[in-house]
T-cell receptor, first 114, second 112 residues
């Protein structure tokens, strides 16, 4: 089964600093999805990556998928307190009857100090 | 707002009881997924439905069951509840394979 490992498990940064969260898969990724979760709330979809080498940005958040499609990174530039929360990566499995479900990493807890 | 509605938001019940969690997917989404999130296990996939049919099963206990109705809403039934079943239960929906999942705000279940 697909396993995702996120690093670091937690991160504390000062407002304005840049940071990177990594997500590594034990198998080739057929789709990699980044989500953000505030404590006790639902997951908010951030970005989806499907092609090797793909990079997407939204506001100050950039996500990349490596060429081998086994690792993704999420980079936040000039962090703000509003970026605080738990970031989870989710992997899609290859096409099949259960195509669509995602397996998630354990999450990275981000704290941003003003 | 993801467009996925889950009710109730909170549920407190005793061991041995049975509860039903309800989910209304986003308009147009045919796939519904149920996940369980706990501190020690993280976010675990339970079951997936597509247009009323079960598509995939994950780490779902035999005491748990689910269904998706013709109007596409879904229910997750949890029976013979144990203390360890206390968790956040999320429903998500998508238009189909490969599309992002959109999550509801979850139902927090506390078993006492």
């Amino acid at each position: 089964s697909q396993e995702l490992e996120q690093s670091p498990q937690s991160l504390i940064v000062q407002e304005g600093k840049n940071l990177t969260i990594n997500c590594t898969s034990s198998k080739t990724l057929y789709g990699l999805y980044w989500y953000k979760q505030k404590y006790g709330e639902g997951l908010i979809f951030l970005m989806m990556l499907q092609k090797g080498g793909e990079e997407k940005s939204h506001e100050k958040i950039t996500a990349k998928l490596d060429e081998k499609k086994q690792q993704s990174s999420l980079h936040i530039t000039a962090s703000q307190p509003s970026h605080a929360g738990t970031y989870l990566c989710g992997a899609a499995i290859p096409r099949g009857t259960s195509y669509g479900k995602l397996t998630f990493g354990q999450g990275t807890i981000l704290t941003v100090h003003p | 707002d993801s467009g996925v509605t889950q009710t109730p938001k909170h549920l407190i019940t005793a061991t041995g009881q049975r509860v039903t969690l309800r989910c209304s997917p986003r308009s147009g989404d045919l796939s519904v997924y149920w996940y369980q999130q706990s501190l020690d296990q993280g976010l675990q996939f339970l079951i997936q439905y597509y247009n009323g049919e079960e598509r995939a099963k994950g780490n779902i206990l035999e005491r748990f069951s689910a269904q998706q109705f013709p109007d596409l809403h879904s229910e997750l039934n949890l029976s013979s509840l144990e203390l360890g079943d206390s968790a956040l239960y999320f429903c998500a929906s998508s238009v189909g394979g490969g599309s992002p999942l959109h999550f509801g705000n979850g139902t927090r279940l506390t078993v006492t």
